[in-house]
Structure formats: C-alpha cells, structure tokens
C-alpha cells in the first residue's frame, strides 16, 4: 500500500532525492565506498558542501554578506546559541511569543541579555499569530518563529523593523520565497522541508557577527564556521548530502515561487474542505492558517468520531495525522515534497468519512 507521510519530523522527502541518497549510501559516486564512509576534508564532500552552500544563496536570493552555516543540535540549540553570539548581558532583545517553541526560544534568551516581549497568544493557546505591537528602536534584534508547528500558524507577512530579524523557519524554511535583507540571522532544522535530521541551517549577516564582548567557546562561536567552511569538526555529512539534493530538486521544481505555488494549492484543497466538512473544524484564525502544518479537530457534537477517523486514515496508508497532545484532533503536514495526490486522499476521505457518519 502506498503511504501518504503527514508527520511534522522527521518529515516526508521527495522520492528523487530518497533514490539518489540511497544509492549514495551504498556506494558514492562509483568508488566503491559510502559516501557516510567518506572523510569530510575529502575533495568529494568539499565538492558537496561548496555546491550546497552556493545554491542555498541563489535560492534564498542571499547578497554576498550572508554566510551559510551547517551545524548541528537542532533549532533547539539555536535558542541560546543566537543570543549568545548576539546579545550582550546589558543589552535587550525582543520576542514575540507566538507558539511553544518561540516560548522556549524566550526561556533560553534571558540567560545571555534583557528579554522583552512584546506579544503573546499564549492565553489563547497559540490560536492566533500576534499583530499590531511597537518594536522598540533600541532592541539589538527582534526574534520571530515564522511558523508554528505545533498549533498550525503561521506568518504571512514580516513586520517592518527597525532592528534587524532573527527568525526561527525550521519548519517553513525554502517553502516559499523571503526578501533576505531584514534578517541579520535565520536558522532552521533541516528536517521539515531540507533534509533529514542531524543539521541546522544558519544563515547569518556579517554584520551581526563580533558584536559580543563574552567568551564564545569555539564550538558555540559562529564565526568558528564561517572561518572553516562549516569544517571546523566533523560535519553531519549525510544530512548535508541530503539536504544539497533536495535544494537541486527545489531548483528544479520552480524555486521558491514554485514551491509557493506548490504549497498554497495543496493546503487550499485540504482548508476549504475542513470549511464545508460538517464534521471538521480548523483550530486557528483563519488569515493565520499555515500552509505548512494544518491543524483540525472534530465538531463538538461529533468528537467522539475522533479516534475511529484515525484509525481509517492509518487503514489507508496514512501515517503521521494524530494531531498534538496540545491541540488535539488532527495535523496534517504538508510539506514541499508532499505531494497533491495525498492531500486529496486525504480530503475523500474525509468527504467519504462525512456521508457515512455526519
């Protein structure tokens, strides 16, 4: 049976890009080794990195002052490590808390600088993406998470700042095209739209960089990884092999104009059958709806159903939809590589389901 890959991450890859890897694995390029066996000062991954790192640039549209970074540790590590090579003990950052993982960015901030605030939908259970705030002038920057997994918002739209933006996009990244210049950092976990887990994407301006007076250890300095190309130790270097085929498959595809399209068309089917399904009902405000991470529960009258339309949905070869314990119901990711095909094998179900039930 064919499996349609909902889950948040590790997420759904394209099939070209799992094929190429695969053969990789076994043996790399015809030399009779794995490329998970080859060094990483090796001419074949210097070769891959480089590659990586310049389509990433023409991708993203990146102006020569913006350096690549592949680390390691997840977007998790990012929380401190941003505010650590960013933010001195008198200095004050902004945040928006918009979902949990902004919440956590927050927590880990405050162990470096002055955090404020400046929104929070937290009250409301991260139903909503906050608007309409001041951003103080004298911030040294102003941390956004661009799309909230967990509760199926996103941002739309990027506030005019005064001060430059760090954004977390683990779980947008490369989903549709950003204007770069506003940001001074963004930094993403591979695992949602790029590549397997195991490396983290760094994007960060040169001017952002020395501005702290602290001691940076060396593994937690990024000018260590500007300097040495990412190759200050041993990279993650099959998520990175991994992650540069799947950015030859996002130029091959359109580029992030077409994997916008891509995206607001799929997303499009599986909302405007949430809308007219009598069973179902979104969880969020719908101009914040993510097309990335789509979140839906039952109708009140109908919860009970809950577990018996999961059960059908795993009985037809989909994995991943259970939605999470903080929102409940359903969560259908969406991501680049997902494609069309399962999203309407979603939404028949879903009408099917309703016609037997509602």
């Not at 099939?15 to 030399?31: C, D, R, S, T």
């Not at 401190?80 to 090579?85: E, H, I, R, W, Y």
């Not at 880990?108 to 991260?126: D, I, M, P, R």
Request: aromatic fraction near 10%; proline fraction near 6%.
């Amino acid at each position: 049976m064919k499996k349609h890959n909902f889950s948040a991450g590790p997420a759904i890859l394209p099939a070209p890009v799992l094929k190429e890897a695969g053969k990789a694995a076994a043996n790399y390029q015809g030399m009779g080794l794995s490329l998970l066996e080859l060094s990483h000062r090796g001419p074949e991954f210097t070769a891959i990195i480089e590659e990586a790192n310049a389509l990433m640039k023409e991708i993203m549209g990146l102006p020569d002052d913006y350096h690549v970074l592949w680390l390691s540790g997840g977007a998790s590590t990012q929380f401190f490590m941003a505010p650590m090579n960013l933010l001195n003990s008198d200095e004050t950052a902004a945040y928006v808390d918009s979902g949990t993982w902004a919440n956590k960015a927050i927590k880990e901030a405050k162990s470096f600088g002055n955090v404020t605030v400046l929104a929070s939908s937290k009250e409301q259970n991260y139903t909503f993406i906050p608007k309409g705030y001041k951003i103080p002038k004298d911030v040294k920057y102003l941390h956004l998470t661009s799309n909230n997994t967990i509760f199926g918002t996103q941002m739309h739209k990027f506030p005019k700042s005064p001060v430059p933006l760090v954004c977390d996009m683990s779980s947008d990244f490369l989903s549709r095209p950003v204007d770069p210049k506003p940001f001074g950092l963004i930094y993403a976990g591979a695992q949602k739209n790029l590549g397997p887990a195991g490396t983290t994407v760094v994007i960060v301006r040169e001017d952002m960089l020395g501005t702290v007076q602290r001691h940076l250890p060396s593994m937690v300095d990024y000018r260590t990884f500007v300097k040495e190309n990412s190759l200050y130790n041993t990279p993650p270097v099959f998520p990175i092999y991994v992650s540069l085929l799947t950015l030859r498959w996002i130029k091959k595809n359109g580029g992030l104009k077409g994997m916008q399209r891509r995206n607001k068309t799929k997303a499009a089917i599986l909302y405007q059958e949430i809308d007219r399904n009598p069973l179902f009902k979104g969880t969020t405000a719908v101009e914040d709806r993510s097309l990335m991470n789509v979140c839906f529960v039952m109708e009140e009258k109908y919860a009970a159903l809950e577990k018996e339309f999961l059960k059908e949905t795993e009985a037809h070869g989909m994995v991943g939809l259970k939605g999470h314990r903080s929102v409940g119901g359903f969560r259908a990711s969406i991501y680049n590589a997902m494609p069309k095909s399962s999203v309407q094998a979603l939404v028949d179900l879903m009408a099917d389901f309703a016609k037997r039930k509602g």
